[in-house]
């Protein structure tokens, strides 16, 4: 799968970590930095430019890092077609791709080990969205509400 993966300084080192371990799963990574840690970066910057990446359909998904994964997440779901969900349990990780077709997973970094991590992005990954009826339906008002938000 295509991802890009970005972070701020709170969650460099567990992206750092992540993109070395799903290169080595065989998935494409864009990495989005920082190239370094730097304590002056702020996770709307990074939201965005992983975003964009998904907008503009280089990517299909992304992981998006912060201290909490709130943060990440607030700033995510700002941008048109982003559906960013935190999940530091493996059921969330795959429910809100199933029920809600997710596209962004925030992680906080100062939450939850790099172990826990893996197990999270592999239940996103492999998790695809029911088409059932019921969160069609569902997705379809989510959708509606970024066309009347001012």
């Avoid at 569902?138 to 009347?148: S, W």
Wanted: aromatic share 4%; with cysteine.
């Amino acid at each position: 799968m295509q991802l890009a993966v970005a972070a701020d300084h709170a969650g460099f080192e567990m992206k750092r970590t992540l993109v070395a371990w799903l290169e080595e799963e065989g998935h494409q990574v864009v990495n989005l930095g920082p190239p370094r840690p730097d304590p002056v970066d702020d996770y709307p910057d990074v939201a965005v430019s992983l975003c964009r990446e998904i907008q503009e359909g280089r990517v299909q998904r992304g992981i998006l890092i912060c201290g909490s994964g709130i943060g990440a997440s607030v700033a995510a779901n700002k941008m048109k077609g982003i559906r960013a969900g935190v999940a530091h349990d493996i059921y969330s990780a795959h429910q809100g791709v199933e029920h809600d077709d997710v596209n962004v997973l925030c992680l906080g970094a100062r939450i939850i080990g790099i172990e826990v991590a893996y197990e999270l992005v592999r239940a996103f990954l492999a998790a695809r969205f029911s088409g059932e009826e019921r969160h069609v339906r569902r997705l379809n008002k989510v959708l509606a509400l970024e066309q009347h938000s001012g």
